[in-house]
């Protein structure tokens, strides 16, 4: 089951990460991001390092350095 948060509206979000390729390094980076659905690329749990913030204004939550 993937991590998911539910916002001040709300509405439930699910986290999910992707590898990949820089265009201009070519290094391999994951990168995090929420959707409205339970993807297979869904995490179980929030990564190292790393809080469930919420924008005060849409409501959209993102990952940020803990």
Same mark, same amino acid.
């Given at each position: ?9 709300? $509405? %439930?979000?699910?986290?999910? #990460? =992707? +590898? ?7 290094? @391999? $980076? %994951?990168?995090?991001?929420? #959707? =409205? +659905? ?7 749990? @929030? ?20």
């Amino acid at each position: 089951m993937a991590f998911s948060h539910t916002n001040s509206k709300g $509405q %439930t979000y699910f986290l999910n #990460s =992707k +590898d990949v390729t820089l265009k201009s390094t070519g290094r @391999v $980076q %994951t990168i995090y991001y929420f #959707s =409205k +659905d339970e993807r297979s690329t869904g995490l179980d749990a @929030v990564p190292a390092g790393k809080t469930v913030v919420e924008n005060s204004k849409t409501g959209l939550p993102f990952l940020k350095k803990a």
